[in-house]
């Protein structure tokens, strides 16, 4: 599985695989199966069977996938060089579990798509997601939908915006999220030349900001009022 990495602030450094408590795929499948959610149990097992290569997509919904769940999963990403979108929805993943799931996350370089919705990130969370988008510049959608992200969140995310480079569609309603940081999500995504179109909830909006956000990106798709 070659290295897996660590976080200091919003910088990544590679470690020794073993400072898990496993070093290999095949020993960690052994010791953590009966652990598994099926979905990732499943992945687990097609790439012990060497079929990684089909593998194009992991769907995991109304699962738990706390941070031990979160590690597992985490743990087999190096692995799916075809991977093309990981779909996270209604998981009770939290901060913790992100933090976990985000340490392979930056070898998932092939990804298209990443949604992880209807979950617990909150700020903390969605500050280690977000840490992992410089490595995934190939990712084209990403939703984040009802995750108790609020303008802080939204502003961190915002930072790390332009390492997705070819992203065309970021949709982010249900959250906490007012003017401030929908503003400054608009004028990042204004700097990505592919992006096409922002979902966002306008309720507690003023009319001017929505008019600011519109003049900013191509097309906006309002949620709620």
């Not at 990981?86 to 009770?92: I, V």
């Not at 997705?164 to 309603?173: D, E, M, P, Q």
Request: net charge negative; with cysteine.
């Amino acid at each position: 599985m070659g290295n897996c990495f660590n976080y200091k602030g919003n910088t990544v450094e590679a470690v020794p695989l073993g400072s898990h408590l496993e070093t290999s795929l095949s020993n960690i499948y052994e010791a953590h199966q009966k652990e598994m959610v099926k979905e990732i149990k499943d992945v687990y097992e097609q790439v012990l069977k060497g079929d990684a290569g089909s593998i194009k997509l992991i769907k995991i919904q109304w699962e738990q996938l706390d941070e031990t769940g979160s590690k597992l999963l985490s743990f087999v990403l190096p692995e799916l060089p075809s991977l093309r979108e990981l779909n996270l929805k209604d998981n009770n993943l939290q901060e913790k579990g992100a933090n976990q799931l985000s340490k392979e996350l930056i070898r998932a370089t092939g990804l298209k798509k990443l949604a992880v919705t209807e979950n617990h990130l909150g700020d903390g969370g969605l500050y280690y997601i977000s840490a992992t988008f410089k490595y995934l510049n190939s990712v084209e959608e990403l939703n984040l939908e009802n995750n108790d992200i609020t303008d802080a969140g939204a502003q961190e995310l915002a930072k790390n915006m332009n390492g997705l480079g070819n992203l065309r569609v970021l949709t982010i309603h249900k959250n906490q999220i007012k003017s401030k940081g929908l503003l400054a999500l608009a004028q990042a995504l204004n700097a990505i030349p592919s992006f096409q179109e922002f979902t966002f909830d306008m309720k507690d909006v003023p009319d001017k900001d929505i008019e600011m956000i519109q003049s900013l990106v191509p097309k906006i798709i309002l949620s709620g009022r």
